[in-house]
C-alpha cells in the first residue's frame, strides 16, 4: 500500500508540474562558484588569485551571459577584475587584515524560442548562486 501510495503521489507531481521543469531541475542545471581558498597576501607586494565559474551539468555553458557582483570589502589596492568566466582579484594590498566577502554570480540563459508556443524557454532551475571568500593581508 505505502509504494503504491508513493508511486501515485510521484505520477501526480509529474501531471501537474510537467516533466520538461522537472527533468530541468532533475539534472540540476544551475550556475556554480568552484571552491577557491585565497592564499595570503603582503602589503605593498603584488596579488592575484582567481575564482572560476560554470553552469554545472550544462555542456553549452558558453552560451550564457556572466554577471558578477561582490559584497563586502577587499583590502584597498586590490580589485575584482572579470574575464567571462574567470573572475580574479588583484592588485598590490595597501592595509592588513582578514577581508570577507560574497562573490555573487548572476547568469542570463540561451533564450530557445518555441515556435509552437510563441515563448521563450528558460532552461535553468536557478539563475543565481553565492559564495563567500577571504583574503587575509599580513
Do not use: A, W
Amino acid at each position: 500500500m505505502k509504494k503504491q501510495l508513493s508511486l501515485l503521489l510521484f505520477l501526480s507531481f509529474f501531471m501537474f508540474s510537467g516533466c520538461e521543469d522537472l527533468l530541468d531541475c532533475i539534472l540540476n542545471r544551475r550556475p556554480e562558484i568552484h571552491d577557491k581558498t585565497f592564499k595570503d597576501g603582503t602589503i605593498d607586494v603584488y596579488y592575484y588569485q582567481e575564482v572560476t565559474t560554470e553552469i554545472k551539468n550544462e555542456p553549452r555553458d558558453d552560451d550564457y551571459g556572466y554577471n558578477y557582483d561582490i559584497y563586502g570589502d577587499l583590502p584597498d589596492g586590490l580589485q575584482m577584475v572579470v574575464n567571462y568566466r574567470t573572475v580574479s582579484f588583484e592588485g598590490i594590498p595597501e592595509v592588513d587584515g582578514k577581508f570577507t566577502f560574497t562573490l555573487l554570480l548572476y547568469v542570463d540563459p540561451p533564450l530557445n524560442y518555441d515556435h509552437d508556443t510563441d515563448e521563450y524557454e528558460d532552461v535553468m532551475c536557478s539563475e543565481s548562486t553565492s559564495k563567500e571568500f577571504t583574503i587575509t593581508i599580513n
